[in-house]
DNA sequence: CCCATAGTTCAGGACTTCGGAACTGAAGAC
DNA sequence: GTCTTCAGTTCCGAAGTCCTGAACTATGGG
């Protein structure tokens, strides 16, 4: 497929990350990519609780996240594999990714919930 | 003045703090205030490095800060005296504040640099 | 009382985001 | 090899959000 750009960490200015997390339905693909061992499936995410996040919208958020650095795409056959670039972000911002999602988990807002393993 | 509404921060949901400061400007507001020792007025903010900030989108970056938890607005004569709520953010949800001023600070945006006074 | 100063509100335009429909690319069926 | 199906992307119009100048309100001083 086509290269996916994927940002060098280093050049993803810290407001990216935040506005990438900073959408619930963002934040909960995110985590459950961080918290289901770094693999996941685009299909796999389209709800968010009860809602159903359509593809385009779905696909979008990927892109936004991916161009935040915070995960890498690589298609597998018809399928997507998302990992999380979460260790490069950690090594890069200190604390950022882990203080955000503990935050989404304490809030007991649905950004967090599938991360809970 | 009327009553300038304040949420309690337990009522403050983590998106509506990443949203807060995901925009350059208020992000350097916030440290501002927070590095200044938790007190300024307005117009002391009007100009982040290079760009002056119209009084009116300033007036609008309070608010959404304060309506964040961020910060704590108080009118003393003709002037805002803003504090920060950093504490009891801190106390909400740990280390969140510092690592999201920790990332601006070393990336070398513009967002917290006035904070090193 | 009148003026100056600090901040808020309003309205119009620019920008971003959402979501359905159509499209592309890969795997399997025939 | 070709057709069908599945997964995801792109396109475009609608809806919402954000920015900012102009007008307004509130406070303090002369």
């Given at each position: 497929?086509?290269?996916l750009f994927h940002p060098p960490i280093e050049d993803v200015p810290p407001n990216a990350i935040l506005h990438a997390l900073s959408d619930p339905?963002?934040?909960a693909i995110f985590a459950s990519?961080?918290?289901a061992g770094c693999v996941e499936a685009c299909s796999a995410l389209a709800a968010?609780?009860?809602r159903v996040i359509p593809k385009s919208s779905l696909s979008t958020h990927f892109k936004v996240l991916r161009e935040a650095g915070l995960?890498?795409?690589e298609r597998h056959g018809v399928e997507m594999r998302n990992h999380s670039r979460h260790a490069e972000?950690?090594?890069r911002y200190p604390g950022?990714?882990?203080a955000i999602v503990r935050a989404y988990a304490s809030s007991g807002c649905e950004g967090?919930?599938?991360a809970g393993s």
């Open positions: 497929m086509r290269p339905n963002r934040a990519i961080m918290g968010v609780g009860d995960i890498r795409c972000v950690e090594a950022l990714l882990s967090a919930t599938s």
